[in-house]
């Protein structure tokens, strides 16, 4: 016995020696990457700045700033452009209706019935500034919805029904643009004059997922919930807490008098996600029109809108320093060397990231201050992705949140992954535009997808025991994550830059002798970056 135990204790100082070791040079490798990751960077703003001082004169989409070292700024975007000049008229404007609705809820205690009207009302008069006349056009699409949903609900084909007249709207609406008042008669061709600022189908994509979610949450209103909800409460740190998460509001059934044509309006022209989102389901939107959000309390809606300022602070430095997105915009890019090309099409990528982090974030932000909990579009920085699922989880995840519950689970799920992710993405590229880019996007995506999906469920099956084998699972991981990286940039290129036809232009640019070491220089820095990501998902799962 006495020997036994002895072996025992040897064999367990020795693991704790084994342990020992890898924790220490873990904490070697990382401050390793970090030294690595610094130096890049460095190289990324330097060559960044040089080439925005050397070529400003030859790109469009600069406009006077106000940084006194950099006078110029890039404003090339359109829908960022739009954006940041309406900012301060945005903010007015949620700023008067967020006081008139907090006070008519504090005076006359409006229940749900009562805030939806409210809300509504200040919709409309917001909906009438941006598209005028159009409105119509929104109202009776609409209206045909609910009747539609009133009458089939409960019938088998449905589904078949919401989903067919929803795709039918979103298509037409672009091929026509948002079609002309004097097609439905001359006496009408007036009201042509009066068409707002903004274009309405173009705002009208929101309102067909939240039709479709309107739709489908009334269907299965006397199913069970699809969740384990005492599971879920167990895990959750919000409902531990006692309130509510998003997925159970998102989960858990309403009672039908909710799904009135008021609230229903309500829902889809919501005037602080009207706009760009963040999506919200029909289910989650009504049920917190009685209790307004508490899972996010006062100082963390005020600390949530004082990082967006240091955001949007963080966009005008970008912009005044670096002037990616008009590089690709003129065109300049492809005449420069792989390694600016690499720079620029990084920076553009970047850009985008914060572009819509900050569009999604002020309208969730004026949403949040009125009670409506909706999810947050951009959980993680671009840079801390290295897998494709892991990227579109994080990326627009309002929306990914909807494909799943509305798209993904019901056309089989997990048990048809591979067919799934064809659909769904081909839907999304519709969705956006009618635009070859697009669909080459969605196609390209899901290309990307398969390897993936077929390395995961290896993964999964193999169990690495010894430490060598666990250094080679690591190390194997790193790699896999650099070159999903190297596709995710290529995908995302194609699809909102440069086109189906600027693919052989940027493989190219790095298949030839002056690209090939830029090309390994990327994808060694892409391993670097997998390898921190790791570090930083462990630190995490180490913090209580």
Known sequence: ????????????????????????????????????AFVFYVIIIRRSLQLSNDYYKRIYGLRPGWLTLHPLNDVSDAQWRNFRGNIPVLTVVFGIFTLLAKL???????????????????????????????????????????????????????????????????????????????????????????????????????VVLRMISFGLDYHWLNQESRIDQEKHCQRCHICKSGKPCYQILQERSLQSDKFRYTTYLCYLLYAPLYIAGPIVSFNAFASQLDAPQS????????????????????????????????????????????????????????????KFLLIWRYFRFWSLINGIEVPENMPKCINNCHSLE?????????????????????????????????????????????????LSWAWLTCLFFIPELVLKSAAKAFQAESGFGQYLFR???????????????????????????????????????EGLPVLGGLLLSFYVGTKLMFHIAEAKQRSP
Not at 154 to 174: D, M
Not at 176 to 202: M, P
Not at 408 to 416: N, T, W
């Open 1 to 36: 016995m006495g020997t036994s135990a002895m072996n025992k204790e040897k064999l367990n100082d020795g693991k704790c020696n084994k342990r020992s070791m890898i924790e220490q040079w873990k904490q070697r490798e990382f401050f390793l990457l970090i030294a690595y």
């Open 390 to 438: 892991g990227f579109w989880k994080n990326w627009h995840a309002s929306f990914n949140k909807w494909l799943v519950r509305y798209m993904y689970i019901p056309l089989g799920g997990s048990q048809k992954k591979l067919l799934n992710v064809w659909v769904i993405f081909t839907f999304v590229a519709i969705w956006h535009d009618l635009e070859w880019k697009l």
């Open 104 to 206: 008519m809820r504090l005076f006359f205690s409006l229940k749900a019935r009562g805030m939806s009207t409210v809300w509504l009302l200040f919709s409309l008069i917001y909906l009438s500034y941006l598209h005028g006349a159009c409105i119509i056009f929104v109202l009776s699409i609409a209206t045909v919805n609910f009747l539609l949903v009133k009458i089939f609900a409960q019938k088998k084909y449905f589904t078949l029904i919401v989903w067919s007249y929803n795709l039918f709207f979103l298509l037409c609406n672009r091929v026509y643009e948002g079609y002309s008042f004097s097609t439905f008669g001359k006496q009408l061709a007036f009201l042509d004059n009066y068409r707002g600022t903004f274009r309405w189908h173009i705002c009208f994509n929101f």
């Open 475 to 513: 190390e194997l991981s790193a790699v896999a994550g650099a070159v999903t990286i190297t596709c995710l940039m290529v995908a995302n290129l194609v699809g909102f830059v440069i086109g189906p036809g600027g693919i052989n232009w940027l493989l190219s640019s790095f298949i030839q002798k």
């Open 295 to 354: 899972s996010n309390l006062n100082r963390n809606v005020i600390c949530y809108g004082f990082r967006w300022v240091l955001s949007l602070l963080l966009m005008e430095l970008m912009t005044h320093l670096f002037y990616y997105n008009a590089f690709a915009i003129s065109g300049l890019w492809k005449h420069l060397s792989p390694m600016d090309v690499f720079i620029i099409g990084y920076g553009v990528l970047n850009f985008m990231w914060l």
